[in-house]
C-alpha cells in the first residue's frame, strides 16, 4: 500500500472533477507535470482522496495529462481514488492507462 509520502510531490485534486473546476485543473496538472519532468521524475502522481464527482470532463483532463506524462516518459499514478472515481474510469475502459493505488 502507497502513501502520498512516497513521492517527491503530489498534485491533489479538486472534489469536483467537472466542467466547473476542468480549466483550473488542468492548468494546475500541466505544470505540476512540468516541473515533474524537470526533476526527472518517473511518475506523475495525483491524489484523488477529496474527488467525490467526476464527469466526462474530468476523465478528458485525467486522460489528457496521462498523455503528456507519457510523452516525456512517466506513468500516471492516482492514489486513494474512491469508488466512485474508479467506476466512472473502469466504464469507460480507461483502467489501462493509469495505475490505481490506495
Do not use: C
Request: zero cysteines; proline letters at 2%.
Amino acid at each position: 500500500m502507497s502513501s502520498a509520502e512516497n513521492y517527491s510531490e503530489v498534485l491533489i485534486a479538486p472534489e469536483h472533477l467537472d466542467a466547473g473546476s476542468r480549466l483550473d485543473f488542468r492548468r494546475a496538472a500541466l505544470e505540476h507535470l512540468e516541473r515533474a519532468a524537470q526533476r526527472n521524475e518517473t511518475w506523475m502522481v495525483i491524489d484523488l482522496q477529496h474527488t467525490i464527482a467526476i464527469d466526462a470532463s474530468g476523465l478528458g483532463v485525467l486522460v489528457l495529462v496521462q498523455k503528456r506524462a507519457r510523452e516525456r516518459m512517466m506513468a500516471t499514478k492516482l492514489l486513494h481514488a474512491p469508488a466512485s472515481v474508479k467506476q466512472m474510469i473502469a466504464l469507460t475502459k480507461l483502467e489501462y492507462l493509469f495505475e490505481l493505488e490506495h
